[in-house]
Each structure stands twice: as C-alpha cells, then as structure tokens.
C-alpha cells in the first residue's frame, strides 16, 4: 500500500533529531490538489546565466518571503521547516504509530522534491504578482555552472546565507566526490566532475530502482537505499555548501537546515531536472508503475495558504505542472570513464 500524507494534527513539535520544532501551521481543511495548467509554462533556467531583470524579480519575490509573519505557511522559515519535517522525524507513517515518515533514500526523493518546488516556485511568484515566474537551476553539471552561483554570493541580498564554507565562494570548483581529494588543477576537477555525471546518469542508473531509489510503501522502514543521483552528486553538493565550522555543516549540509538556504532550491531544480534528462536517454529509463508509488500522497501549503494533498501520480512530467526546463548542453553525455 501507498504511503499516506502525514496528519498534521500528531506532527512531534519536539520529536525532530536536531531538535527543532519545524511542524507547519494546522489546518484541518485538506483540499485534493488538482492542477490544471493554463497559460505558459514557467521556464526555469539556469542561475549562471540569469539577467538583470530575472534577478530583480528573484531577489524581491524571496525578500516578501522572508518578511511574512513566521506563522505564515508561505513565509522563508515554514517553507525550510517544511523540508525538516519531511526528513527530521517529526511525523510518524499515518496508521503506524512510532515509525518515522522519511523522504530520503527511497523512490519518493524525487517526486517529493519536485512538488516541494512547484508550490515554493508559485507561492514566490504570487508574491511579485508573477505568475510565469520560474526557479533558477543551479547547473553543476556544465563546466560554467561548478561553481556557487554569483547571485546568491552578494551578502546585501535576499538570496545570501552567511552559513556556507567560505572556503567554497567563487571560482572554487564544486567537488562532486567529497572522497576523492584536491584535484591538481581546475580542468581535472572539471573532469572528475562530468566523469561522476556520467555514472550516475548512465552507468549506476541502468534500472529506475538504481536510479530514483528503493520502493517504500506503508508500514515500510525509513531509508530502503537511495538511487544514485541523491547520493551524488546531490548529497555532496550539500555537504560541499554547507559550513563545516558548523555542528551539522548548516546550513545545507544537514536536512533540517538545508531549506534554509535559498540556493537550496536551485541546487533542488537541478536535481530535479536530472529525472528529465535521465527519461530522456534511454527508452529503458522511465517511471515507476507501481501504484504504491503513484499513489503515495503529501501535504504542502499553496500559495493561497490552502492546504493540499497531493500524489506522486500528478508530478510525473514537469509540464503537469505548469513548467519546463531551458534546453541546455548536456556535457557529460560522453564522458564515459
Ligand atoms: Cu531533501 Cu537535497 O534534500
């Protein structure tokens, strides 16, 4: 059977590992969430490459977030609370009682992440009264996209964390393999960089359970085994952003925090992109059509504050909701190694 949506009324205030109370505000109002696209999609592109104009949009939409009343659902910090709660034990699996609802390291880290972002993304653009507004994505696997996007580096502005490596700035090459060393010089870090693309696009991903991870149905233990894009690059790139003179390497380095970046969301759509090039490479590459996946439902806060459910079934294309991706290059395609 499916995983069903958390009940928000039993959400642990107290229950989370870091500690935290990152429960959303309560509602016993929960609307089934059908969405009808209607206009034009929202291009998402990526952060290295945004205009002046885009970034003015940006910084102000995230600006009203993070000026909301802390109790609003839309505000910064709910939004980031809602990525703990989902990950940090604060709710237990609807119908078993002690046993934690996880997000991580199974087949729900994709569709998860997406419907986070589709209702961030519209509640920021609600907010600017944008509503072809899009999410940057953080395109780390192109060259000119390893390496912490400028327009979250600027310390005056909205998209600023001070809770990074500093050591991690611009020009530093993302490392995508934490294990591996100091590459001698820039181009070999590029090289490692699109050689571990690769293999977690193509070579480690030759099934969907290797790629999107391991079924997780009710009553199901929490992290059956993740696939191979949310081991890396996707963890180590949290990690490799997160300030490790921190406890937890906050704030990206560690799931309760790691929302409270703004440059979370960019690293996410990016993530989030990869499901789409991956379906894209081979015919053998696509969903699940187990309808314990497709079926397994969440709750998210809209940008008209309503409470939602919302199913696995109905995020399985991005255009279902309402946005796509700029074609960009794919440079690792033959970097086989
Ligand atoms: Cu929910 Cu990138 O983690």
Redesign the pocket.
């Known amino acids: 059977l499916p995983i069903q949506a958390p009940d928000l009324s039993e959400c642990q205030t107290s229950g989370t590992s870091s500690g935290n109370n990152c429960c959303p505000p309560y509602s016993a109002t929960i609307i089934d969430y059908k969405f009808t696209p209607t206009g034009k999609l929202r291009v998402r592109r990526p952060a290295h490459k945004v205009d002046e104009a885009y970034l003015a949009k940006y910084k102000k939409a995230v600006e009203l977030m993070r000026a909301l009343p802390a109790d609003d659902p839309r505000s910064f910090i709910q939004q980031a609370n809602v ?1 703990c709660a989902y ?1 940090d034990g604060a709710y237990d699996q609807v119908g078993f009682p002690g046993l934690e609802l996880q ?2 390291e199974s087949w729900l ?1 994709f569709p ?2 997406r419907l986070y972002l589709h209702f961030h993304e519209r509640i920021l653009g609600k907010l600017i009264g944008d509503d072809s507004f899009a999410l940057p994505f953080w395109n780390w696997d192109a060259p000119d996209g390893m390496i912490l996007p400028r327009i979250y580096t600027d310390s005056n502005s909205s998209l600023y964390d001070p809770l990074r490596n500093p050591a991690h700035q611009p020009p530093e090459l993302v490392d995508m393999d934490l294990d591996d060393g100091d590459a001698p010089t820039r181009q070999k870090q590029i090289e490692r960089n699109l050689s571990l693309m690769y293999r977690q696009m193509v070579s480690n991903a030759k099934t969907t359970p290797l790629f999107m991870g391991l079924p997780y149905r009710a009553g199901g233990n929490l992290k059956p085994g993740a696939g191979s894009m949310e081991n890396s690059p ?2 180590s790139i ?1 990690i490799w952003v997160g300030d490790p003179s921190q406890p937890d390497g906050e704030d990206m380095g560690t ?1 309760y925090a ?1 929302g409270r970046d703004p440059i ?1 969301y960019a ?2 759509a990016n ?1 989030d992109r990869m499901w789409q090039v991956w379906k894209k490479l081979s015919p053998r590459n696509v969903d699940f059509t187990d309808r314990d996946w497709l079926d397994t439902s969440f709750l998210f806060y809209d940008e008209d504050a309503r409470l939602v459910r919302v199913k696995v079934r109905d995020c399985l294309e991005p255009e279902m909701l309402g946005f796509t991706y700029q074609e960009v290059d794919i440079p690792w395609i033959k970097k086989r190694a």
Request: with cysteine; aromatic share 24%; charged share 0%.
């Open positions: 990525h990950c997000v991580h880290f998860f992440h996707h963890s949290h799931f790691a979370f690293h996410h993530v």
